[in-house]
Every structure is written in C-alpha cells, then in structure tokens.
C-alpha cells in the first residue's frame, strides 16, 4: 500500500506491505525512488513488513530547502517509524540510503534493531569525491540533468550485466530525470558534507550486515576489502555477479542474506 504521510514537515511518500512481526525499512539511493524496491520487497515481505519511503528531494516527495543533511534525514525517517507506530526496525540502506541509516543509527539508536548497508560505505567523502559531487551539482543547476542521469543509470551495473539490465538502466535513467533538480542538488550537497560514521559504527552494539559487489564501480573491489577488515564487527556478504545494483542483478541472493540476517537478530 502507498500513501502520502508528513514527517518532520515534510510530505513524504511511502509504501507499506503493514504484515510482519518485525519491519524492514528500506532506503534507496541517489537518483532513486521507492520504486526501485518493488520487486525486491516482495521477496522479503514473505516472512516481514516491508516499507520504503521516497527520501526528501527524490521521488515525488517534498524537498526542503537547499541542503538535504543526513541529520535532516535521519530525523525525518524516525518521524515516519512514528507516524507508522513502528519502534524498532531494521534499516537496509542502498548507497546514499546507507548514509542516511549510519546518520538515524548515530541519533536514534534505540530505534535501530539492525543495520544492512548494501553498497554502501561509512567512510566520509573523500576531496576528490567532493569535487565530484560540485561537478554533478554545476550539471544539474546548468539545466543538463539529462546527461548525470544517462550516465548513472549505466555505471551502477557491473559491465557483463549490462545488456541483461536494459531494462533496469531505462528505468533508473527515468527515475533520475524525474527527480526534482532542487531535491538532486539539496542531496548532493548533504551527502558531500556528512561525518566519518566509522568509529561510531565500530562502537556500536547494534547488529550490522555489509552487503558489496565484487564488481561495483563505486566501491571499487580493494577499497570494499580495507572497509571489511576495519570492522571485524560486521557480517559480510559478497554479491560476486554484482556491482552497485545487487537488488537488481543478483536480487534472490541479495534477499535471502538481508531476511537471514533479520531472523538472527532476536
């Protein structure tokens, strides 16, 4: 079921399978929508509730203002736990979403039964990826959106997965250009200026999973190894066909470690 919620003054959309002695709140990523979780929700509501939300400044939720900061974001999706009078859930976060899960794990704690990243990192931006991201902005406030996302929607894929995704690429490169270019700017720049969640993820007790593909782009192989071995902590699944899309290129394995990973955690 979707529908439209406000939290933390924000209109938001959602979707919520309501079944489900524990919840799964999954979090897309940049350029993306609720949307992108269709078919994958459904293999995890078999055993719990499912719900997804359009973050703010992505979907056709609202945008607020010209900054988007994991702090704001954070707080937004424990307003949507409240409204849906959930207390405690999972957080699976796909990239950007993943920044926005480590930012809700650092202000509200006890609302965080586990943490899934799924090609996602704890690491801040790096200089270098700052510049990126003023690039990215320059393009979309100069009006050529069109170009970010033709380009996006092809460099999430692993290379050999490519011509199977046709179909997936067309979809992410319409999900990209009908992201408002306020809402893909105040994003930009709130990812490009959020913590080092390293150490805070290290002391945390709550239970974490770390989901990477062997051939994302984003995340490049030995950087996804040096990240694993800094948190001894962490479970760890490897998708080995993936890149940075493994709920879509390898959706079944990809499911099973997220609804083992919520099973364990009593």
């Not at 709550?206 to 190894?225: C, H, M, N, S, T």
Request: charged content about 25%; aromatic content about 6%; overall charge negative.
């Amino acid at each position: 079921m979707e529908k439209f919620i406000i939290s933390n003054g924000c209109a938001l959309r959602i979707a919520d399978t309501r079944k489900g002695e524990k919840t799964i709140l999954l979090l897309h990523g940049y350029l993306e929508s609720l949307d992108v979780w269709e078919d994958f929700s459904k293999l995890l509501a078999k055993g719990y509730r499912v719900v997804a939300m359009d973050l703010p400044g992505h979907g056709i939720s609202q945008v607020m203002g010209p900054v988007h900061t994991m702090g704001f974001l954070a707080d937004t999706v424990v307003g949507v736990l409240d409204e849906l009078e959930i207390e405690k859930v999972t957080i699976v976060g796909h990239s950007m979403g993943g920044y926005v899960a480590l930012q809700t794990l650092r202000q509200h704690p006890e609302r965080v039964e586990g943490l899934v990243l799924l090609s996602s990192t704890p690491n801040p931006d790096s200089p270098e990826k700052q510049a990126d991201r003023d690039r990215e902005i320059a393009l979309v406030e100069g009006g050529h959106k069109d170009l970010l996302a033709a380009t996006a929607s092809k460099a999430g894929f692993a290379p050999d997965n490519l011509k199977r995704m046709a179909d997936e690429v067309l979809f992410l490169e319409e999900q990209a250009i009908v992201a408002e270019s306020e809402g893909v700017v105040a994003l930009l720049r709130g990812m490009k200026e959020r913590e080092d969640s390293n150490e805070m993820l290290r002391n945390s007790s709550v239970p974490q999973l770390f989901i990477l593909g062997k051939k994302d782009g984003y995340i490049p192989l030995e950087r996804a190894e040096a990240m694993v071995e800094a948190h001894p902590q962490a479970k760890v699944v490897w998708l080995e066909n993936s890149g940075h899309l493994g709920y879509f290129e390898e959706p079944e394995v990809c499911a099973a470690a997220i609804a083992e990973f919520v099973a364990a955690n009593k």
